[in-house]
């Protein structure tokens, strides 16, 4: 343990409901290792080499509570310290990043946090883990070549990481806690996780020797090497945990080979590591095409852009239907033609179309509520961000939010009203309606929109529990939006039919034609 670096960084979850960096809240800074708020760059000295590691800590000051700091943030002094870590570490071996943040859910100003770390060999961060076991292994690569490797959780997956660079060379192993033997192969790596740019990948064909780091807490009795299921024969041991074979690379330098390890212990314990390697530089491989949409996609700007688009899209339909020209009926209309009617009279309806306007242009302005942030602290969150204690934390989490509201009430909302309109301008009122519309439609439709008004109705819950009784209060995207949508269902079966009049004329003789 003498020969031990503790090195520990934040994560989210350090910054729930923290008001400032030197608040008691803050047990980072008591009960960490390294005790140091922001990014560092720890440099590792060695005989044959220096080897970089920083820190990129994205986590959030103040951090407000969930779900408003799933995405980090760095600012523009964050980005230049960064940039000088980097520009320092041009004098190492190899340079590692870590952070807890995947980089597709760090905010950061331009060139961007990936260009930054380009440098880099790999950047190692944790966060999303094996999302719910969905992901189990997420890692990509960079179009720099930089690797970024995200790690499963220790919580509740007990997941961890070993890690080693062989003549400069670095491969790793991600493995569970209690599991033996534990099997690294340093030589050949695997091409896979390869870079060229960053890697003298040259020395795989020059080496002499399989080299294989092997742990258990029971003594070693085989280590057994494989490739393309030919036995080459087992590997001995140097020191520590070190185990090599000689092996004739130039035999295997053209395509892909596999090379599988076997480890066996006292204890009885086998534990196995296989991967593809190659020595020609025209081969390629890809990294699996989800773990590189997660971990290379910018989300909170996929994210704004999405919420962006689906408020246009309600907001177009309302304007261009109001100024549209209502088309005749001369035939027995068809479910098309009925839901452009329905948009048609939803829109030319001053109550209807004013409140979702309004609605919908509040949603993109307004304050969605504003409480408790942080306990003890006002705060106020806006779709394009949130401001709490004196500070502006830039839009992320709260476009996700916004695309949810979006698509699970205001336009399934429109849309409900729309058809209990049509309904109206058939003729129906809302006793008569049951028993004249198809049963189940009707029981279906008033079902789904019953589920959206209590799942509105439990998130006025979660806002109380959560940031206080003065936001549930104070909440026109919540509280209010509920009161708001009582109003206009009962608007919607008590307006009176003179109102409708031209509609209801239209469609009955339409019916009767």
């Not at 048609?344 to 509520?369: A, D, E, R």
Request: hydrophobic content about 40%; charged content about 15%.
């Amino acid at each position: 343990m003498e020969k031990t670096k503790w090195i520990d960084i934040k994560g989210n979850h350090d910054s729930f409901n923290i008001p400032r960096l030197d608040s008691v809240q803050n047990y980072y800074r008591k009960y960490s290792a390294w005790r140091k708020d922001g990014s560092f760059h720890y440099i590792q000295t060695t005989s044959f080499g220096n080897y970089s590691f920083i820190c990129v800590d994205a986590t959030l000051s103040p951090g407000p509570k969930r779900p408003y700091n799933f995405f980090g943030i760095l600012n523009m002094n964050q980005m230049a310290e960064l940039s000088l870590m980097a520009r320092e570490s041009l004098h190492s071996n190899h340079t590692i990043w870590f952070g807890h943040y995947p980089t597709s859910t760090i905010i950061s100003p331009s060139p961007g946090i990936r260009t930054l770390m380009s440098s880099a060999t790999a950047y190692l961060c944790g966060h999303l883990h094996t999302m719910g076991g969905l992901m189990p292994v997420l890692h990509s690569q960079h179009r720099g070549g930089t690797l970024e490797l995200e790690l499963g959780d220790w919580m509740d997956n007990r997941r961890y990481r070993i890690l080693a660079f062989d003549h400069d060379l670095l491969s790793f192993a991600d493995t569970n806690f209690e599991e033996w033997p534990v099997v690294l192969i340093t030589n050949p790596k695997s091409f896979l996780y390869s870079s060229s740019t960053h890697e003298p990948l040259v020395k795989i064909l020059h080496s002499t020797h399989i080299r294989i780091l092997a742990f258990s807490p029971s003594v070693i009795i085989s280590v057994k090497v494989y490739i393309d299921g030919i036995h080459l024969g087992n590997a001995h041991h140097v020191s520590g945990p070190l185990y090599v074979l000689k092996w004739s690379p130039q035999n295997y330098s053209e395509g892909f080979h596999h090379i599988d390890v076997t480890v066996q212990d006292a204890s009885g314990r086998i534990g196995t590591r296989g991967h593809l390697f190659g020595m020609e530089e025209n081969l390629s491989l890809r990294f699996d095409f989800w773990s590189s949409v997660i971990l290379l996609t910018d989300h909170y700007v996929l994210a704004r852009v999405l919420f962006g688009v689906i408020v246009l899209i309600q907001i177009t339909l309302l304007v261009v239907f109001r100024h549209l020209q209502k088309p005749a009926l001369k035939e027995k209309p068809g479910l098309l033609t009925l839901t452009s009617y329905s948009l048609h009279v939803f829109s030319k309806t001053n109550t209807f179309y004013y409140s979702i306007l309004v609605l919908n242009l509040y949603t993109i302005l307004g304050p969605w509520f504003v409480g408790e942030l942080i306990d003890g602290q006002m705060g106020a969150c806006f779709s394009f961000g949130v401001f709490v204690g004196g500070s502006f934390l830039q839009g992320s989490m709260t476009f996700v939010v916004g695309i949810l509201q979006m698509m699970f009430f205001n336009l399934p909302l429109m849309a409900y009203l729309c058809w209990c309109l049509l309904l109206r301008c058939q003729g129906h009122s809302f006793r008569s309606h049951i028993r004249h519309v198809r049963r189940c439609v009707a029981v279906l439709v008033h079902l789904a929109m019953a589920l959206l008004l209590a799942w509105q109705v439990y998130s006025c819950y979660f806002l109380q529990r959560t940031y206080g009784t003065l936001a549930f209060f104070l909440s026109p995207m919540r509280t209010w939006l509920v009161a708001l949508t009582a109003a206009l269902l009962y608007k919607t079966w008590t307006l009176k039919s003179s109102e409708l009049r031209t509609y209801i004329a239209e469609i009955k003789n339409c019916q009767s034609s």
